[in-house]
């Protein structure tokens, strides 16, 4: 659905990343983790197109949706100018989000840059406590870390210039946490750039662990009419060819077994 | 209420607002907006006679007031769109009153796809013959650009329906007149237009072009003047009725091509950016018949006032 939202606040975390919060009672009531929505930025005048964010955070008894987004181009700085009080025109829940962890399941949330924003609700309401391995560029790109604590999710960060914790990629974190995750049910939860999402989930096939990656893509109308957003995934009928799926609707979050990897 | 009804030929619509192919998926898509069935017509993606993949990614470029798209034709085939309940059986079941909008690489595969859809025609109201994507190499454009072709396909999809039949024809021509003329000459028995007109963008921080097909089809208000002249001299050269379609983003817009001699529209990139643009679009059309005292849509089309020149 469709909605007209007021921005109850929106502030600057810190450096490019920002915080929007909407009132949406409609879209908090149903949000999953996982899902995006799709909002018309309403002083981008002569850019026609919405822009999908990631839903954050929701309070459905207050009626509230939280976006954590990054400045990266002139649609997020016009989003980042909105004052409280401004009207936007939000499209959502949109999408298919993460399958939810059941009370056996270890959660090992995977997340890249802003990708951990995608991840918090299933922090927030998994039964059982997992963990999150955060990776960034740098220390000034982590988010989010310290609300995930807040929720009972130990994090373990890994930067690419080693400002922060491990020095690398955050894919080897996971081999470290999977190993020790042996004897749980564990589940991997990805989100972030489309190279790390790659790497977990050939990982996780190889270590025959479940994984369910959400891909980020440029997306146009949201609702999986207009093709644009597709992601190449195995052919059901013949497994060594591949069709487009289209992110919006069937996605953004797939399976590890799901994508087309070639 | 002004009477909103639209006789195209054959057709009779209850109102002249359409979705334009490509932009409003298989209907299914919106019904949470609203309830498809209260549009003139849902005119569906492009159906032919295979599973089509489509171009690769990138696909899509927001450029000023538009948008560059180069889908290349993505779509399920003629025989899923016909059984698979996603397709024609949710349209029927919706009751939406459906174009079906149908391409192919050769003659004999419009041919094809015309003839499966005629043999199950219940809930389709016409076929709209696509020559003009400008994203395909092979079909699409180029029988669209060529007036002899224009009329070999129309000709031939003429004898395998009974169907009413619309052309949708292509902007990149020098004399759009022409192409009107060859598809009412060929049996079609409306036209549309426009399609897209190619266009190209190009990131300057990676010198790419921001579409892996390269160039891609202009949509969105940015081309809605030149649909607007293009609907203007099609229509005039014509006794058949015309479809206008090219950046209508409100009722305003709208009205426009009625002026120019339009007497059905079609919305499409402005559904991107509001899915109910179409409904209020037409809410809009009416209150502006109201406004002045307009007590029938088919009163203004064509109505635009030329001065004569002396």
């Known amino acids: 659905m469709d909605y007209e939202c007021k921005v109850l606040s929106n502030t600057c975390l810190k450096g490019e990343y920002f915080r929007i919060v909407f009132s949406a009672p409609g879209i908090a009531a149903k949000a999953k983790a996982g899902q995006f929505v799709h909002v018309r930025i309403p002083t981008l005048r002569d850019r026609i197109l919405r822009r999908p964010f990631s839903i954050n955070d929701t309070d459905p008894e207050k009626g509230l949706l939280t976006v954590t987004y990054k400045k990266v181009g002139r649609g997020t700085a016009e989003l980042a100018g909105l004052p409280p009080g401004a009207v936007c025109s939000v499209m959502g829940p949109q999408g298919k989000g993460y399958t939810l962890p059941d009370k056996e399941t270890f959660p090992i949330l995977v997340a890249g840059g802003y990708g951990s924003a995608a991840t918090f609700l299933l922090a927030k309401h998994a039964p059982r406590k997992g963990v999150l391995l955060l990776g960034a560029r740098s220390g000034e790109d982590l988010i989010l870390a310290e609300e995930y604590e807040r929720v009972g999710f130990p994090v373990k960060i890994a930067t690419n210039d080693g400002s922060v914790g491990h020095k690398g990629f955050v894919t080897e974190l996971l081999e470290e946490a999977l190993a020790e995750a042996k004897g749980k049910k564990a589940f991997v939860y990805g989100c972030g750039p489309e190279g790390m999402l790659f790497a977990l989930g050939k990982l996780c096939l190889a270590e025959n662990v479940k994984a369910e990656l959400s891909l980020d893509r440029n997306m146009c109308c949201g609702t999986g009419a207009c093709f644009a957003c597709v992601v190449k995934v195995k052919d059901e009928s013949a497994p060594e060819k591949w069709r487009y799926s289209r992110s919006c609707k069937e996605g953004p979050v797939y399976g590890a077994e799901e994508l087309y990897y070639g | ?77 003629v025989e899923k769109f016909l059984h698979d309940g996603h397709y024609l059986p949710f349209l029927r079941k919706a009751g939406a009153v459906t174009i079906v909008n149908i391409w192919g690489k050769k003659i004999e595969d419009y041919c094809e796809v015309a003839e ?87 990131d300057i921080e990676t010198f790419r072009p921001r579409i892996a097909n390269v ?96």
């Open chain 2, 215 to 310: 160039t891609g089809g202009l949509s969105g208000p940015a081309i809605k003047p030149i649909a607007v002249r293009m609907v203007y001299e099609a229509a005039k050269a014509v006794s058949i009725p015309v479809i206008g379609m090219g950046g209508i983003s409100s009722a305003e817009d709208a009205i426009e091509f009625f002026l120019a001699g339009a007497s059905a529209i079609a919305v499409g990139t402005a559904i991107f950016s509001n899915p109910a643009a179409p409904v209020e679009i037409l809410a809009g059309i009416d209150r502006w018949l109201d406004g002045h005292r307009i007590g029938s849509l088919s009163e203004i089309v064509g109505q635009v006032k030329i001065q004569e020149k002396k």
């Open chain 2, 116 to 202: 499966r859809l005629t043999a199950e025609k219940e809930g389709i109201a016409a076929l709209e013959i696509n020559i003009s994507c400008p994203n395909v190499k092979e079909g699409g454009i180029a029988f669209g650009t060529d007036p002899v072709m224009l009329k070999k396909v129309v000709s031939a999809v003429r004898k395998s329906t009974t169907l009413p039949l619309i052309t949708k024809l292509s902007p990149n021509v020098t004399k759009i007149a022409d192409f009107a003329l060859a598809a009412q000459d060929a049996g079609s028995d409306i036209i549309s237009l426009i399609n897209t007109i190619p266009g190209m963008s190009i």
């Open chain 2, 1 to 77: 209420m002004a009477d909103l009804t639209t006789k195209l030929g054959p057709l009779t619509l209850k109102n002249p607002v359409m979705t334009a192919s490509g932009t409003f998926g298989y209907g299914a898509e919106y019904e949470e907006y609203f309830p498809i069935r209260k549009l003139g017509a849902v005119v569906v993606k492009g159906i032919a006679p295979w599973v089509s993949n489509g171009n690769p990614m990138p696909r899509v470029a927001e450029v000023t007031s538009g948008m560059l798209n180069a889908i290349g034709l993505q779509g399920p085939g």
